[in-house]
């Protein structure tokens, strides 16, 4: 497997976030901040974890790595490689599949030259099938950071790329 | 006017802020669960309104309050199930988008009835842009008062913070969810011992779903036999139904339950009917864990009585005939829609998110998966119709938890109605190799080509 490497920086404004997170539980259980501690790790390191990482996580909910590795491996929202500037996440669930959700992504891959769960050579953008995420009277429909995209069509998946590209998207 | 219980104020402009949900009657139940009446008499208003768990199972609501361990002592718990993964499903997220004020009231005055002073909502990670919106809806609601020390002079505390999931549907079956709020993985518990004894941390908790606890304030405001007079039966208030697929009006809609199915789906205040006028083929009514019916069993049960918006008409016939209100997720599906490739994708959604703890699910749900696939893709054999009915039947009730239940039903349902379908791909593997088969050629008119094959 391909080794990758990643800056680590916990900036003021994620330790203050980290402990805000950490407050909202018994001081005892500190390990319950774990999942939403892993998200606001994720989300200011190019969305991934690598090993490092998680154990930076482990050292200050004060648990072992394992405990860690346990849960990033279970939950489909970690990535454990380094993923594309933008990520698009497709539902492919039976409401949006029968509205053609599964064509728009194979129609997305081909545009950009890349298999679902691969990532453009430029670093720019994934391509990712999910399960249903909520938007089913919305379909077909795909997630970009923390948005929806709904009622999807060719042309509206062209829009997005290009706003993409041009640095036009907003994902968090 | 059809009664509105969630929906009373969803069109006052502005209702998703703080200030206008107040202006309109917002938190006034919380001034009066906590001036007026004593926790006991708010579990007892709940119970009389017979409300039951919105979250799928359908267990009444009071019932499992009563049964929280008050005398050991130990803090208690009232965590929200936000977690809303079921396919077809998302009226939970609609109703923390829009009013997310309402979800917090409710979750105030339920954590009174329990005594608990720190309760959690639990969010499915997906929905991050909701988390936030509740994480500042309850910071406004700390600024005005409604959390924290002493609420209202009361001498009643209460923390409530929001928590987020990161991907994972199994996390939404209730002691799953917990394990995950201790920042593990989310592998069901067994039960006994139940949430109501030892939940979070191994303290006494409450799970509810999100419209249930949402229902509370008007509960408690209108008292529980208002609430109870309102629906049919043991299928009291309102039911959000959320619609998906081939309709031309999908979306959520809050129905008083005992409402006609026929209604629902032809009225233009409602569905309005098929979209583009295709043919009706099938129906889910309550989510993709629930058992999938033909035309002649939505509108209708098997003795010809109308089929009604409830507990007990969906579920009409058992499991052959009927399916389940479920989440209320409502899924149509039209004439296009190929039902081996629909059960296929439902099985590896189910596959997908198994857990992995009890054999007959980690690996049953594998093999359904797989001969679904085979079947769908013109490879399929004759017997392999009756090997997938072997394995949801070793599956079902041979398990932690609901999951392999969920998983082995659809499966059962659609070989049940629809074996014709199967056939079909199975003998004639040439018409299914295009995935869009039944988008070309419906099953109408291809169905002649079977009956003129003898049946070995
Ligand atoms: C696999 C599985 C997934 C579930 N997902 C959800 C869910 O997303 N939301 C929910 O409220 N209940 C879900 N449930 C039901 C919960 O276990 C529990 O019954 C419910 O949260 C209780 O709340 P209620 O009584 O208010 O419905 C799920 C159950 C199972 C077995
Ligand atoms: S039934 Fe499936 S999901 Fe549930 S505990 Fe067993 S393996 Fe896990
Ligand atoms: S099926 Fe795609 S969002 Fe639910």
Redesign the pocket.
Known sequence: MKEYTQQINFTDELKARIRELISRYPAEHKKSALLPVLHAVQDAHDNWLSVPLMDKVAEILEIKPIEVYEVVTFYTMYNQKPMGKYMLEFCRTTCCAIQRGEDLMEYTCNKLGIKPGETTPDGMFSVVGVECLGACGYGPMLQLGDYYHEHLTEEKIDALLEDCRQGKVNLH | MATKILFEKLDIPGIETYEVYRKNGGYTSVEKALKTMSPDEVTEQVKLSGIR?????G?P?GM?WSFIDKASGKPRHLVV?A????PGTYKDRFLMHHIPHLLIEGAIVASYALGANLSYIYIRGEYMWIYKILEKALAEAYDNGWLGKNILGSGFDLDLHVHCGAGA??C???TALLESLEGKRGNPRMKPPFPAVSGVWAEPTV???VE?ISSVSWIVNHGGEAYANVGIGKSTGTKLICASGHIKNPGVYEVEMGMPVEEFFYSDEYLGGMIDDRPLKAVIPGGASMQILPTQYIFKTANGDPRLMSYESWADGGKLTGSGLGSGGFMVFNDTVCIVRNTWNISRFFHHESCGQCTPCREGTGWMEKILYRIENGLGREEDINILYDIQSQIEGNTI???GD?ASWPVAAAIHHFREEFEYHVRFPEKVKNKDHFRNEPMDKVRHLINSMAVS
């Open positions: 768990g919105r979250g799928g199972a267990f609501m499992k199930n977690d809303e993964s079921e549907y199994v939404g079956e209730e799970v509810n779903n249930s938890c609901p999951l969920a």
